[in-house]
């Protein structure tokens, strides 16, 4: 059987070429629209590696950056404070933190499961920063890299 946007159901994913559905309808349960596509040439992984800095030093200048377009709240900062601290957490993973919108750092830190998680783990620095890698690659690489 086709689907409705021209590609056969069975291969569940658009021909080579095909990002979005047509204006007005919506991608199929399990295809995201908004994923851009990969270049030629390029995996997923390497565009992952584009979020993370190479060194220290283009670490600290991506943070300035970002930082300069990033205000969370005083309470945003201080819930950021107390769950750095409670679980003994580093500058650099709450340097990771204060570089999400506020909506986002909140939700974070508030989210039971990572909290479960890094409560339960050995290494609670490396599991923030692989949640923190779901939520904002670029923050968790440069969290990583510091």
């Known amino acids: 059987p086709h689907h409705p946007y021209g590609y056969h159901a069975a291969f569940g994913a658009p021909p080579p070429g095909q990002h979005t559905p047509p204006p007005g309808q919506h991608a199929p349960a399990g295809y995201s629209a908004s994923a851009p596509p990969v270049a030629a040439g390029e ?4 565009r992952h590696d584009k979020a993370r800095p190479r060194s220290r030093v283009e670490a600290m200048e991506m943070a300035e950056r970002r930082m300069k377009h990033i205000k969370q709240s005083e309470d945003t900062l201080h819930v950021i404070d107390r769950f750095v601290n409670e679980f003994r957490l580093g ?3 709450e340097l990771g933190l204060r570089l999400i919108s ?4 909140r939700s974070f830190v508030g989210n039971p ?3 479960r998680r890094v409560r339960e783990t050995r290494d609670a620095p490396e599991a923030v920063i692989e949640e923190l ?3 904002d690659p670029e923050a968790a690489g440069i969290a990583k890299v510091l």
């Open 43 to 46: 995996t997923s992984s390497k």
């Open 91 to 93: 500058n650099e993973v």
């Open 102 to 105: 506020d909506d986002k750092a």
């Open 113 to 115: 499961a990572i909290r």
């Open 133 to 135: 890698a779901a939520v």
